[in-house]
Nanobody
Framework: VQLQAFGGGLVQAGGSLRLSCAASGRTFSIYGMGWFRQAPGKEREFVAHINWSMGSTDYADSVKGRFTISRDYAKKTATLQMNGLKPDDTAVYYC???????????????????WGQGTQVTVSS
């Protein structure tokens, strides 16, 4: 699976952005998709996950209530709607796909098989 993320940009604190991740290739083997982010000088961290068939979701505590992950099953696209953005949300955001059903049981740091390029999100104070 190839993943392409887009939709990043510069926004003021309190604003919103929508990130999208389009999958192509072996999309029949997608079981879940997720978003991660990496800020300068920090480790990559999990943001959100969606089960591809059931649509169930999971979020990092730091984004619960502000971010919403969704998927368009037909278009093979996962979207991350980010509201109430804070300067601490500034990072490069990456999308990822789970391509092994058994991997859904693993933690967020271990379950993803394919990764897209990052898209920069910058939140000014």
């Amino acid at each position: 699976v190839q993943l392409q993320a887009f939709g990043g940009g510069l926004v003021q604190a309190g604003g919103s952005l929508r990130l999208s991740c389009a999958a192509s290739g072996r999309t029949f083997s997608i079981y879940g998709m997720g978003w991660f982010r990496q800020a300068p000088g920090k480790e990559r961290e999990f943001v959100a996950h969606i089960n591809w068939s059931m649509g169930s979701t999971d979020y990092a505590d730091s984004v619960k209530g502000r971010f919403t992950i969704s998927r368009d099953y037909a278009k093979k696209t996962a979207t991350l709607q980010m509201n109430g953005l804070k300067p601490d949300d500034t990072a490069v955001y990456y999308c990822a796909a789970v391509q092994n059903f058994a991997s859904l049981r693993l933690g967020p740091d271990s379950r993803y098989d394919s990764w897209g390029q990052g898209t920069q999100v910058t939140v000014s104070s």
